[in-house]
């Protein structure tokens, strides 16, 4: 297995946490009540977010963020796409186009319920 690193951002209700990446092929693999751990995809290429509980946290003044690089982030987009997440400038949930930008890189943008930013990059 190769080193990996992950991310750990707050979610102020785990179930809603769990229940809105589920909109997007994260599973639960773990959970109590201190620590939440999601997998997308399969082992060999798989994407995981770690949660801890933050329950007054005020999605608006957030600053928490990662990156999530994916070998087809047009799927990932697509699944975005038809969720309930709005694609708009302002509110929380809400997501952003992917598109090229001045780095090179393909970039799309979500905000989840917790106003963690998390930025969603095409693999070169």
Known sequence: MPDIATPNLPSRNFDMTRDFYAQFGF??????????????????????????????????QSSFSCCIRLDNLRAFMEQLEASDVPMANTGIPRFHAAKLEHSGLT?????DIDGSL?????NT
Do not use: K, S
């Open 27 to 60: 599973e639960c693999a773990y959970q109590d009540g201190g620590w939440m751990i999601l997998h997308r995809g399969p082992p060999n290429n798989r994407v995981t977010l770690e949660f801890f509980p933050y329950p007054d946290l005020d999605p608006a």
């Open 107 to 111: 970039i799309g943008y979500l905000n």
């Open 118 to 122: 998390i930025r969603l990059i095409q």
